[in-house]
């Protein structure tokens, strides 16, 4: 069975600092990765979504990267600013799951002024 | 602004009504998805629906009924809910179901 984790569950850093969120999953059968954000009671944004055949995606002041054989995934932030406050979730497709999206449980990232 | 809107923003039921939460894109995607989020938990799919085809989540109630009109629409209907329901319900679509999926706003129920 596919499982994605994220650790930690929160983080808070000051604002201008560059920063790193995980994601872990346990099958290496990944098909691709899709890292999203969500705002409080609202619904999800997606960020980058890499495929198992690349590396590396970034979209601005995000780069996500992808490792198949350690089973890692990381989001960088660069230049971290209070807006990028919210939720961040990782969701894996995985080939023996329908391709179905086997969600982390997010980690809530505070930018503190 | 997203691609996925989603109609109303916010339901307040009693257990004995019946309701209907709407979806709708127009990409052109091919697949559309509902998921139940709780609190502070990631999404559970509830239901695909992709090129023509129903796929259920087995451990969704049948007091939730999904509904595709057409290739754009996707409703949920609802019927005889719990307080356990209660939750945010998310609309999604990809271009077929290998593709990024695009969210919509959601709908918070609340079910009294």
């Known amino acids: 069975k596919q499982e994605v984790t994220q650790i930690p569950a929160a983080l808070s850093v000051p604002e201008g600092e560059n920063l790193v969120l995980n994601c872990s999953f346990t099958?290496?059968?990944?098909?691709?990765l899709q890292w999203f954000r969500q705002d409080p009671g609202k619904g999800l944004t997606s960020l980058l979504l890499?495929?198992?055949s690349q590396r590396e995606q970034t979209s601005g002041r995000l780069n996500a990267s992808l490792d198949k054989s350690s089973g890692r995934s990381t989001l960088y932030i660069a230049a971290s600013q209070p807006g990028d406050s919210a939720t961040y979730l990782c969701?894996?497709?995985?080939?023996?799951?329908?391709?179905?999206?086997?969600w982390g449980a997010g980690t809530k990232l505070i930018i503190k002024p | 602004d997203t691609e996925v809107t989603q109609t109303p923003k916010h339901l307040v039921m009693g257990m004995t009504n019946k309701k209907s939460l709407k979806c709708e894109q127009h990409?052109?995607?091919?697949?559309m998805y509902w998921y139940k989020q709780k609190a502070k938990k990631p999404p559970e799919l509830m239901f695909v629906?992709?090129?023509?085809?129903?796929?259920i989540n087995e451990s969704v109630p049948s007091r939730f009924s999904p509904e595709c009109p057409n290739s754009s629409l996707l409703n949920l209907h609802l019927h005889a809910l719990q307080p356990e329901d209660s939750a945010l319900y998310l609309c999604?679509?990809?271009?077929?179901?290998?593709?990024?999926?695009?969210f919509g706003d959601g709908t918070r129920l609340s079910i009294l």
């Open positions: 990409m052109g995607h091919r697949a």
């Open positions: 969701a894996g497709r995985f080939m023996d799951s329908n391709y179905q999206l086997i």
């Open positions: 629906y992709s090129y023509e085809k129903l796929s």
């Open positions: 099958d290496s059968a990944i098909y691709n």
């Open positions: 890499i495929q198992s």
């Open positions: 999604a679509s990809s271009q077929d179901p290998n593709q990024p999926q695009h």
